[in-house]
């Protein structure tokens, strides 16, 4: 008798266990922790981690508003009837679906050395969470990765993959322990659990010392030459030789833009790796070298991207590059980095896509905390959140089509990076217990990436007496999903107006809100 009680008790025991540890991991609350900032972090371990809503079908009369906010929600969830009482609006939206803009590509973020070492600091079950947190059904379903080409400032040291000097047969190229060990794995693991298809595109930030102009990978300096010339040659070459090894891996290239940040070159005493470009050398380079060296490698499908920096230089850079068609003929599209939309026109975005409306734009960096003057991480910080945002926002209402955040994953001080040029993250990893914390610039990124898959195609969506600020989209599953961005200290109450469909959102102050319905 002892021994069936023994047996029962053991049984009931083992099953308690279960259950709370299963609900531990698989739950979908959020461990705040509050540092002190505007807002609070979500604190994820290897038996608890907050988890996204799955996707559920919207049901028929009503519609699904998640929402996130400065004042507690992350995700918060309703289901709410278009019939239900409705109270009365102060602001009116009216969406006119004949209206169609561009298609989404995706959004996502860079899986740089930095990433990659902070993820695999963690316990092999947490670093399953944290990219589960991004790639999985139950995270933000990034649809986009970006890869360096060698190394970056956010690397532990400056590096190629050729290092031997006049090798312009590329004969001692070869990838580097951190593709093998770091970035490649790390990769696979995220395509592995995902869903969706995860296009993946490269950034060079410098070729090799010995290629150009003033021997080194940081600081002023271009390509040795001309277009059309050996050093320009081997440069593209070497650009397809990365494509290859990668492919050789098992990992299939979908993008390429022709250089990060070309104007850091053009900058005296510049700290880190960098190669400069004027648009007219890009152009030639990209007609006399590296679009026949793309397509003669096998890699003419991949999206050959222009420009890759700040919107300064647009529309000119476009104009320069889309109006020659031996260098045109090979580009897709053009990327934009956000670190000077602060102070310019996003007019500019548009400008740009109306000079060839069949390239598309693609916001291919961005990150808080880069400014000299700012705190690098600041763990709950609500005002990030909103900065990325209001920039999604916007890249968005100008043809941009997904958006690409800079490191995935960053350590508590905003690193590793080897010239200190440290910066903030939407997830931060404390190694040393084992956690990660998930800022609310975190959260932001899931109102777009899980929501606007790759296929959606943007509306005409005109707001009149609201403070808020929005867009739509029609996805392929059918479903029309609105976000909208209040950053204004009080909430408001707005009609919805589509077709013959009509209903009332409530939205709170300083809030994110994505919001789905079938049409």
């Known amino acids: 008798m002892a021994l069936i009680f023994g047996n029962i008790f053991q049984s009931i025991f083992c099953l308690l266990i279960c259950l709370y540890f299963c609900s531990t991991v698989l739950s979908n609350k959020c461990d705040k922790v509050s540092f002190g900032d505007t807002s609070f972090v979500c604190r994820c371990n290897s038996s608890h981690c907050d ?55 995706g959004f996502g973020g860079a899986v740089t050395d930095a990433a990659s070492i902070n993820i695999l600091n963690l316990s092999p079950k947490t670093q399953d969470i944290l990219l ?126 022709a250089q990060n940040e070309p104007l850091d070159g053009r900058l005296p005493f510049f700290p880190f790796q960098c190669l400069g470009f004027t648009a007219t050398q890009q152009r030639d380079f990209i007609a006399m070298d590296l679009g026949p060296a793309l397509h003669s490698g096998g890699f003419g499908d991949v999206k050959l991207m222009i420009l890759d920096d700040d919107t300064l230089s647009l529309p000119d850079w476009a104009n320069t590059i889309y109006s020659d068609e031996s260098a045109s003929q090979y580009v897709s599209g053009l990327g934009v980095h956000w670190y000077l939309n602060g102070y310019l026109s996003y007019n500019r975005i548009t400008e740009t896509h109306l000079v060839d409306p069949t390239k598309f734009i693609l916001a291919t960096e961005a990150c808080a905390g880069s400014a000299f003057y700012e705190k690098k991480v600041m763990l709950g910080n609500w005002d990030r959140a909103e900065q990325y945002a209001s920039d999604i926002m916007q890249d968005l209402q100008n043809w941009v089509t997904g958006w690409t955040d800079w490191n995935i994953a960053l350590n508590m001080s905003g690193g590793p990076n080897w010239v200190n040029n440290n910066v903030d993250s939407p997830i931060i990893v404390d190694k040393d217990s084992d956690v990660f914390y998930k800022q609310p610039m975190f959260y932001t990124m899931g109102h777009f990436s899980k929501f606007l ?32 961005f209040n950053k204004e200290d009080s909430g408001e109450i707005l009609d919805v107006v589509e077709g013959n469909t009509t209903f009332t959102v409530s939205v709170k102050a300083r809030s994110i809100n994505t919001i789905i319905w079938k049409p």
């Not at 508003?65 to 992350?74: A, E, F, L, N, V």
């Not at 009365?88 to 989404?104: D, L």
């Open 132 to 257: 589960q947190s991004y790639y999985s059904p139950q995270g933000l379903e990034y649809t986009l990765a970006r890869i360096p080409i060698a190394s970056t400032d956010f690397s532990t040291h400056a590096y190629s993959y050729d290092d031997t000097p006049d090798d312009f047969d590329l004969s001692h190229f070869s990838l580097t322990s951190e593709d093998l060990k770091y970035k490649i794995p790390i990769l696979k693991r995220a395509i592995a659990m995902s869903k969706r298809n995860i296009r993946l595109f490269s950034s060079p930030w410098s070729a090799p010392s010995w290629m150009k102009t003033e021997s080194s990978m940081t600081g002023r300096g271009f390509l040795k030459g001309e277009p059309g010339g050996k050093y320009y040659k081997t440069w593209a070459q070497y650009l397809v030789r990365f494509l290859s090894e990668y492919k050789k891996q098992g990992l299939n290239i979908w993008g390429l833009t």
């Open 453 to 484: 898959t790759p296929g959606s195609v943007r509306h005409q969506m005109d707001m009149k007496g609201a403070k808020s600020t929005g867009v739509v989209f029609s996805t392929p599953e059918k479903n029309l999903v609105m976000i909208l």
């Open 51 to 105: 988890s996204l809503p799955p996707l559920n079908s919207v049901p028929k009369g009503a519609y699904i508003i998640y929402s996130s906010s400065k004042d507690g929600d992350r995700f918060n969830t309703q289901t709410l009837h278009f019939s239900g009482k409705q109270p009365q609006a102060n602001g009116k939206i009216i969406i006119n679906r004949t209206a169609e803009y561009q298609s989404i590509i």
